[in-house]
């Protein structure tokens, strides 16, 4: 607490390396044992009750937008763009990607990824640094969510694939920053993210790569995706905007 109380950017970063590097690691060790997800999975949880009994403890909840949505889903369109981003892949093919345990792993490990990456981004850093400039909090903690996906390249995900997931990732920060600016809530934002994250073991892709093959299938799905969070982000560029919450 003392860490936060006297600097929150920073501590939204040692946040950061913690989550990163410990994922990172934690990968190489179900590697090790076998299974799939099994450490990063166990990791995530850990870290996501720190932080939910910090949050708590702290009384955070209204600051960092863990409550209900202070407008209306009319408003917002009933989130609609989220699920289409979300579900976009579905149209183009379903199937197991992994077996029964392994899937349900992925499924807990990303459940508390959505949580985490939108508490430590759209919570505590974007937070942290609206309060010397909210135009400088929108993007850095847009292009720094972005740009922190370029550990999946280390931990070996191919080039293209790692170049792709970054920019739908910086197109997904800065509408997600702007769910939570319009709504006062980033619980929208996990959901969301979560249910994102769920899908990538089940979405494969398959009737757009028979069509276009797997190159371009990967950048025509990233490009419908961010058309979608682009108009979304023009709407609720145009809603009424909020005054954000202090500490207590």
């Known amino acids: 607490m003392k860490l936060f109380e006297k600097n929150e950017v920073t501590f939204s970063v040692v946040l950061i390396v913690i989550y990163v590097v410990g994922s990172s690691v934690m990968q190489r060790v179900s590697a090790s044992l076998g299974a799939e997800f099994l450490a990063e999975m166990i990791f995530c949880l850990i870290l996501s009750g720190l932080l939910i009994v910090f949050i708590g403890k702290n009384r955070l909840e209204d600051y960092l ?16 763009p989220l699920i289409l981003t979300a579900g976009a892949g579905a149209f183009f093919g379903l199937g197991m990607k992994y077996g029964v345990g392994a899937a349900v792993r992925h499924t807990v490990m990303m459940i508390c990824v959505g949580f985490l990456e939108e508490v430590i981004f759209r919570g505590f850093l974007f937070r942290g ?3 010397s400039s909210l135009t400088r909090a929108v993007v850095i903690s847009s292009l720094t969510f972005g740009i922190g996906h370029i550990v999946n390249l280390l931990n070996g995900m191919e080039l293209l694939e790692n170049s792709v997931q970054m920019v ?11 769910v939570f600016l319009r709504t006062g809530s980033i619980i929208p934002c996990i959901v969301f993210h979560a249910l994102n994250n769920c899908l990538s073991a089940f979405v494969t892709g398959d009737t757009l790569i028979a069509k276009v093959g797997e190159t371009n299938a990967v950048l025509v799905l990233c490009a419908v995706k961010i ?6 982000l023009v709407y609720m560029m145009k809603l009424p905007k909020r005054e954000l919450p202090e500490r207590k």
């Open 65 to 80: 937008g863990l409550k209900k949505p202070g407008v209306s889903a009319v408003k917002m369109l009933f989130y609609i």
């Open 129 to 131: 640094i609206a309060k």
């Open 168 to 178: 739908f990732a910086v197109a997904v920060g800065f509408m997600l920053v702007f």
């Open 227 to 232: 058309s979608v969070c682009a108009a979304y």
